[in-house]
């Protein structure tokens, strides 16, 4: 019998554009919901925690372009 891995959801951070979210349900198991109170991601709380890292950096690195740095 499969062990049931426990989920978990977050909520996006602001400022999360369509390609980064794209690039991070390639990149991790994760999946988006849509609830009443915004879109949230759905996963495993260490998918969770990755997938909040490579898109806090995709913001900030995006952020850095628009700059001009």
């Known amino acids: 019998m499969a062990e049931e891995k426990e989920e978990f959801e977050m909520g996006l ?3 999360v554009g369509e390609q980064m979210l ?3 349900f390639e990149k991790f198991n994760i999946k988006l919901e849509q609830t009443e109170f915004g879109p949230k991601i759905i996963g495993e709380y260490d998918e969770l925690v990755k997938a909040k ?3 806090e950096t995709s913001i900030r690195d995006r952020l850095k372009e628009l700059e001009g740095e």
């Open 22 to 24: 794209a690039h991070a």
């Open 13 to 15: 951070p602001n400022g």
């Open 53 to 55: 890292e490579f898109l």
